[in-house]
């Protein structure tokens, strides 16, 4: 792929600068820059190659600046700047090459966004986007829409915390996910692969972060969706605190062409403050235009659901194998998405009916006489939601296996083991992601929270070993939930990952114990 530098910059605002750091101004120099021939993209200096235009980046650990020389060593034929770059004099002229285009723009990172989608020929434009935030609910969402969607015939990528996905012709594609929402480049590489595969429509999840450092730019989405707010990712290498994490949340609604929001959700009004779209609710109040009524819970071995009717916007009776009145919400922000793709009410029951999220309420069938699930519930705000929620089935004992990722604010499991001790009847302490630190270290402080609450509890810190506890010592009418993993398929100790999937835990055990 190849592409004039002219066509790449005609949405941005910049201007070229000489290695003196001035703008030029000469009409024909400017011309000729303009005409330099661009064959790759990127804002990494070790995938420089000749011909590539590259970005320069300033992070939270290190600024694109510095690599600026080495790039252009490469071969680089233009760069990206905010700040003039500190460039050797050698650097000038490297093997006959003359010196690349600089431009300089007010953002590298907007900028980044907006030419990475002109560079894969602005692929969203092939396909309706549907961009889901908020803090809770995203991923599940996701795959309710695609689900929905894809029963219905319509061919569908997502792109989120768990994988990006899409079908294929030659079947379907999974690449695991290093971030909720890739950079800017690697989403429009993705999203001109997924066009040019023939699919229709991306569901994807988009987290606060993306939003603030403009990694959704250059595109307009069809659907925005919000799910929820409370107070999260609050801290030096996210958001300043809640007001900045709400205002990058609402950016969504000045960058779609609809909004589909929780009308219910106490930040509703402020989430929807500069919007730039047409609006749609949903939610169990009165006012919203898709409303739920009539829920009613499920429990039978093996599966926690709910039932519920709509009504307003559309008119169907619903069942979701997962529990709670999230679900409730998530599954009717699906119903909401879905009723502008024109979907069969048959086929969004259906593909309702037999959602299955990894790691998200994932449940695992061992025995006729208590229910196993797996959540990714990794802080106490998740995981009082999710025990407050199974709570409501008023089964047997409650059960919660959790442990605390090391090298992390030690504060959250003081609070996860407050949340335990006082919603569960037993609680199995375990190992999650030590990182550098001991796990009985953690164990210990997990145990400060849990015991002002007097909550019943057993320390196991091999996780294997706590999930063969519970399933030895399940109760017929038991809920048990291993939380904290929920998609992991890994164990970091040392700095090292280790394979290590609850699924796989759980097959052992059960097999073992058959022999």
Request: overall charge negative; aromatic content about 6%.
């Amino acid at each position: 792929m190849a592409m004039k530098l002219e066509s790449l910059v005609k949405n941005i605002a910049y201007h070229f600068i000489g290695q003196d750091g001035k703008q030029i101004l000469e009409e024909a120099r400017v011309r000729e820059l303009l005409d330099t021939e661009i064959t790759g993209i990127t804002n990494d200096s070790r995938e420089v190659r000749p011909g590539s235009l590259f970005f320069c980046i300033e992070g939270a650990v290190s600024d694109g600046h510095d690599y600026a020389g080495g790039a252009i060593e490469k071969g680089a034929a233009a760069l990206v700047v905010q700040k003039m770059p500190d460039l050797s004099a050698e650097a000038s002229e490297i093997g006959g090459r003359r010196f690349p285009a600089i431009i300089r723009v007010e953002d590298s990172r907007k900028a980044m966004a907006v030419m990475s989608a002109a560079f894969y020929g602005d692929p969203a434009k092939e396909m309706k986007i549907i961009g889901v935030t908020g803090t809770k609910g995203k991923t599940t969402t996701t795959y309710m829409v695609r689900s929905i969607l894809e029963a219905a015939g319509i061919r569908t990528g997502l792109v989120g915390t768990i994988e990006t996905l899409y079908p294929t012709p030659e079947g379907e594609v999974r690449i695991p996910a290093e971030n909720t929402t890739p950079e800017s480049i690697v989403l429009q590489k993705t999203f001109r692969d997924m066009a040019d595969c023939g699919v229709q429509a991306v569901v994807m999840e988009v987290s606060s972060q993306a939003l603030m450092l403009h990694r959704t730019g250059g595109f307009v989405f069809d659907l925005g969706i919000f799910t929820n707010l409370s107070p999260d990712h609050i801290g030096p290498n996210e958001h300043k605190d809640f007001e900045d994490y709400l205002h990058c949340k609402s950016l969504l609604f000045r960058q779609c062409r609809t909004g589909i929001l929780n009308g219910d959700d106490p930040y509703f009004e402020k989430i929807l403050e500069g919007r730039t779209c047409a609006v749609e609710t949903f939610g169990l109040g009165e006012n919203c235009d898709l409303r739920a009524k009539n829920i009613g819970l499920i429990h039978t071995p093996g599966e926690l659901g709910i039932t519920f009717d709509t009504e307003g916007l559309l008119s169907l009776h619903a069942h979701v194998p997962a529990p709670g009145k999230f679900s409730v919400y998530n599954a009717l922000c699906a119903i909401a998405v879905c009723r502008h793709f024109n979907v069969p009410e048959d086929a969004v029951c259906s593909a309702l009916r037999q959602i299955h999220v990894r790691g998200r309420i994932e449940m695992v069938k061992v025995s006729d006489d208590f229910t196993l699930m797996i959540d990714y519930a990794h802080n106490a705000m998740a995981l009082e939601s999710l025990l407050r929620t199974l709570r409501e089935y008023e089964a047997g004992r409650l059960v919660c296996v959790f442990g605390c990722g090391g090298n992390r604010a030690r504060s959250r499991r003081f609070e996860m083991g407050e949340v335990s001790g006082r919603l569960a009847d037993l609680t199995v302490i375990t190992s999650d992601n030590p990182r550098f630190e001991e796990p009985m270290d953690i164990i210990k402080d997990i145990v400060t929270g849990i015991t002002p609450t007097g909550g019943a509890y057993v320390e196991i810190p091999d996780r294997k070993e706590a999930i063969r506890y519970v399933i030895e010592n399940g109760r017929p009418g038991d809920i048990i939930v291993l939380a904290g993993k929920g998609h992991e398929d890994y164990q970091e100790i040392k700095g090292k990952k280790y394979p290590m999937d609850e699924r796989d835990l759980i097959r052992e055990v059960l097999e073992e114990r058959q022999e």
